[in-house]
């Protein structure tokens, strides 16, 4: 199985398609920590808010929070929905996946491998986008300790009183936040990987993975769904950021964590089906 693993890894990651994205994932960082510090030098409005782009002018430890946040919503939805949906597919298109299904390696175990590669290169793709922001915010805002004062007696939970975050604990929430952002893409893994057996196109497969995400998004912006929204694979995507912005674990971090593995043990099971009784012609 790790020999299995490690052969569909190095035929993944010396893709040039991979290359390329890794070489987006450090300069787009990058330039969003330069927009930041433009927009810092600005004169101040009255009614700006602290939010997590605010908040990182104040500590570059607090940049990688703010590029997750915003590159989470769509940019990260299509490279993890690229591994996910090329997983199957691109050997496929390619005529590869009939002579790997001739090796004497159960299909199952072959979908297994191919699975672990693609969640470890969406894992990779995030931590690579926190430590680009990271090592950029550091070197422009410095690694300070996080300082927010009181905002009075209308302000919501802590902002009320104010808080401080030292340097410890801005970091140990960076991995907890970049942890949970890259676990969030589970349900799409699992999904791109059903919809990667469906078809023998990878650009179609990587199309129905990142279009349901998107609408998902949607149709979670729209309030009067109620409480069927809650079951939406994208509705606790952004629950990580009140650990920066009100200094607090939400109780939604673990609720959106039990919601990606019932999508991984639902689409995941129905992929492993499929592909066990899939007439593979290509």
């Known amino acids: 199985m790790i020999a299995l693993i490690r052969t569909e890894f190095f035929k993944a990651a010396n893709r040039t398609r991979t290359l390329v994205i890794g070489l987006l994932l450090v300069g787009l960082p990058t330039l969003i920590v330069f927009a930041i510090k433009s927009r810092g030098n600005r004169p101040r409005n009255a009614d700006d808010a602290q939010g997590l782009f605010r908040l990182a002018q104040q ?31 691109g050997d496929a298109s390619w005529g ?52 927010i004062p009181g905002l009075g007696a209308f302000a919501p939970g802590a902002l009320a009183t104010g808080f401080n975050i030292s340097q410890a ?67 606790y995507l952004n629950s990580w950021e009140t650990m920066f912005t009100d200094n607090r674990y939400s109780h939604d971090m673990v609720v959106g964590l039990v919601v990606q593995l019932v999508y991984l043990a639902v689409f995941g099971t129905i992929a492993l089906i499929w592909f066990r009784r899939k007439d593979i012609r290509s």
């Open 59 to 89: 500590s570059g430890l607090l940049v990688p929070a703010a590029v997750l946040s915003v590159m989470s919503g769509f940019l990260l939805v299509v490279i993890a929905g690229t591994f996910a949906g090329d997983s199957v597919a």
């Open 96 to 147: 590869n996946l009939r002579y790997l299904l001739m090796r004497p390696v159960p299909r199952g175990r072959l979908l297994v491998a191919k699975a672990i590669v693609a969640a470890t290169l969406i894992w990779s793709a995030t931590i690579l986008v926190s430590l680009a922001a990271l090592v950029g915010g550091v070197v422009v805002f410095g690694a300070k300790a996080l300082s």
């Open 169 to 235: 604990t801005l970091l140990l929430r960076l991995g907890i936040g970049t942890a949970y952002v890259a676990f969030g893409f589970t349900a799409l893994l699992a999904m791109g990987t059903f919809f990667s057996i469906l078809t023998d196109t990878a650009a179609s497969a990587i199309g129905a993975t990142v279009g349901v995400y998107i609408v998902s998004e949607i149709l979670d912006g729209i309030t009067q769904l109620g409480r069927i929204r809650y079951a939406f694979p994208t509705h």
